[in-house]
């Protein structure tokens, strides 16, 4: 069974956490700009960002919070904010988002609070060295690691070695496909800690994912850990599905384990992995409400389940 969240509105890219024994949703707030749709995800004109809460997911009542920040309150914004995450250290609560600056190109921004339902202050600049879109901040020990890339309109394949290149390409059939980046962040949650590297993601056969394997890496960092096990997992893009891959460590590498969701309605599946009060759920969208436009979609969530050996059931993306 699968709940819409909040059907008043139209939002996506759920970060879910739970803070003092409540869930956090920390979703990308869409609206209809009137943009043509195209492959640079121009028609993804999102203005703010909103805080949703529950103490249930399944049947509970969900709260929105309110704006928390708004592009125009951000010094260094171009436009479109897409999506973001949440991490808490030391009774701070800090909001990491991607943004186009005035020249158009994606950076990692980070705003801070003092509550986990803000409201979110930013700082004057993107993190330097940051890039590209879909943060993810996931807490291992007394470190945070921050997750990130998106290819096409996320412009992750304008980078190498985390330099523009000046001749952008998409890898092509056995060529190994773009992979996700991973950096520590510094202790003031500012700043990366170190260069960004990549994020290595292995097939089956223990090789590297190549461009034309139909689970390759699009976008939608997704980081958590279960049974002692580090869960990446990610969006397909053009094929649709939602896939992870299991690890050792908070660098991997890590190896393809299977598809959490098979496609839904809409074009993007942007998902978050949260455990609450011993159940596991998964939260993502899809664009039935608005009967398939895919700038307008609506959150969803519903219960996600591992077999004896730690595997992810696959969940279908159409059924309710």
């Not at 195209?38 to 103490?55: A, C, E």
């Not at 309109?153 to 980046?181: C, F, H, S």
């Not at 664009?287 to 992810?312: F, Q």
Request: charged share 25%.
């Amino acid at each position: 069974m699968k709940r819409y969240l909040f059907p008043a509105d139209y939002m996506a890219d759920p970060a879910t956490h739970v803070f003092n024994g409540r869930v956090y949703i920390y979703p990308s707030h869409d609206r209809d700009a009137h943009v043509g749709e195209n492959d640079n995800g121009d028609h993804f004109q999102m203005k703010d960002y909103h805080v949703l809460s529950t103490d249930d997911l399944m049947n509970g009542e969900i709260t929105d919070h309110g704006k928390v920040l708004d592009v125009d309150d951000i010094p260094w914004a171009g436009a479109q904010l897409w999506d973001s995450d949440v991490a808490e250290k030391d009774g701070k609560y800090y909001l990491y988002f991607s943004m186009k600056d005035r020249t158009g190109v994606f950076h990692i921004g980070v705003a801070v609070a003092d509550r986990p339902e803000g409201p979110f202050i930013p700082q004057p600049d993107p993190i330097r060295g940051s890039y590209s879109i879909d943060p993810c901040v996931f807490k291992d020990g007394e470190d945070y690691y921050i997750y990130f890339g998106g290819i096409w309109g996320g412009q992750l394949q304008w980078y190498k070695d985390n330099l523009m290149v000046e001749n952008p390409a998409l890898p092509k059939g056995t060529e190994v496909a773009i992979r996700p980046k991973v950096a520590r962040l510094s202790k003031d949650m500012l700043q990366f800690a170190e260069p960004p590297r990549d994020l290595v993601l292995l097939d089956e056969n223990d090789e590297p994912i190549v461009a034309e394997d139909p689970h390759h890496f699009f976008e939608a960092s997704w980081m958590h850990k279960y049974n002692g096990k580090y869960y990446f997992s990610w969006s397909t893009g053009d094929t649709h599905l939602l896939c992870y891959a299991i690890g050792d460590n908070p660098y991997g590498p890590f190896k393809f384990q299977g598809v959490i969701m098979t496609p839904v309605v809409g074009w993007t599946t942007h998902h978050s992995i949260v455990e609450h009060n011993g159940k596991w759920y998964l939260l993502h969208h899809d664009c039935k409400p608005s009967n398939g436009v895919t700038w307008l979609r609506s959150l969803k969530v519903c219960e996600l389940e591992y077999d004896a050996d730690g595997r992810i059931k696959t969940i279908d993306g159409i059924a309710d």
